[in-house]
């Protein structure tokens, strides 16, 4: 369902309840212990921490496909995960929060898990579980991933760089072959496995990895747009933190403020943006537009503790 430039809300939740969005990429749960510090350990000039209560939350890609699911879209997660307590706690999560899951269990791994103590609102420590999936499976996965992309409007490849994502010069290949757009949160310094794709989303940090420092605006502009060319982009998005988002394509340079009125935790804001961005375009937006809808809901989402998403409620309760 295609929907004009100047739409109404209406006709736009209704592309949207049309939307299809597959999301493939590095999963993981996200563990919170919340508690209380009121002393010093004897055993070592580190804080006790009291844990009053727990919670968990579906992280990585799992996050991108959340955010789609909780505006009101057709999110399906394609991913890899242990044959454990922590995959089947991320396959229910997913699933209470509408998102239609298909998860590959390798039993030669663990699902990566990412566990926080909190207190006060503030992060005591972080630890982290991890492990690589197996070719086979990642094999299984890509063939399952071409087969799947007929049901699909846009193709959203997250990577964390856990090794879900082998095979994803092959994906990008596909799904262009198939004449799905791919947008790709990416990682690393080596962007060359990612050419072809039509929308990249680092953000600053992520950017001057690879393009280096700048100089001025003219200068991220020239090096942004070099990049874009280079890797046979469509468009290239540079989400800049406080300086809001730049959209970078071949018929010029689109730039936004940011919209966030409080920034409670960054952490899973660049889910929240490409998840949107993805979900718009599949609903018929033209890319600035899209980029205007992500922008806002992600201001939205940096006021919330944690990996946490975006309602629709929320997001159309004012325009970008």
């Known amino acids: 369902m295609m929907v004009p430039a100047g739409q109404s809300i209406a006709a736009l939740k209704a592309a949207i309840a049309g939307a299809r969005v597959m999301v493939v990429g590095d999963v993981m749960l996200d563990r919170y212990w919340f508690g209380d510090v009121e002393r010093i350990s004897p055993e070592a000039p580190v804080p006790v921490a009291r844990i009053r209560k727990t919670d968990e939350r579906a992280g990585g890609a799992a996050n991108v496909a ?26 229910k999560l997913l699933q209470d929060d509408g998102v239609n899951t298909s998860l590959y269990r390798d039993p030669q791994i663990a699902t990566t898990v990412k566990l926080r103590v909190l207190a006060r609102q503030q992060q005591l420590l972080r630890i982290d579980f991890e492990e690589k999936p197996s070719h086979e499976i990642l094999a299984a996965k ?15 490849l ?85 300086e809001g988002m730049t959209l970078f394509r071949r018929e010029g340079v689109v730039h936004q403020a940011t919209l966030a009125r409080e920034v409670f935790d960054v952490s899973g804001a660049g889910d929240t943006v490409i998840a949107t961005l993805g979900l718009m375009l599949a609903a018929g937006l033209p890319l600035p537009q899209a980029m205007s809808w992500s922008n806002h809901a992600a201001g939205i989402v940096v006021a919330k503790l944690g990996t946490a998403t975006v ?10």
């Open 66 to 91: 959340r955010n789609i699911a909780s505006l009101g879209g057709q999110a399906t997660l394609l991913a890899v995960v242990g044959d454990d307590e922590a995959g089947r706690s991320l396959e």
């Open 142 to 156: 890509l063939d399952d991933f071409r087969r799947m992309l007929d049901d699909t409007d846009v193709v959203i």
């Open 158 to 242: 997250s990577d964390y760089g856990k090794g879900g994502l082998r095979h994803v010069y092959d994906m990008i290949a596909a799904a262009r072959a198939a004449g799905k757009p791919v947008l790709v949160d990416p990682k690393g310094d080596d962007y060359s496995r990612y050419r072809g794709a039509t929308l990249l989303t680092p953000n600053r940090s992520e950017f001057r990895q690879v393009a280096g420092d700048w100089r001025d605006e003219a200068d991220l502009v020239a090096r942004a747009q070099a990049l874009r060319e280079q890797l046979d982009l469509e468009a290239l998005l540079v989400t800049r933190s406080e």
């Open 311 to 320: 309602l629709q409620d929320e997001v159309f309760a004012t325009r970008p």
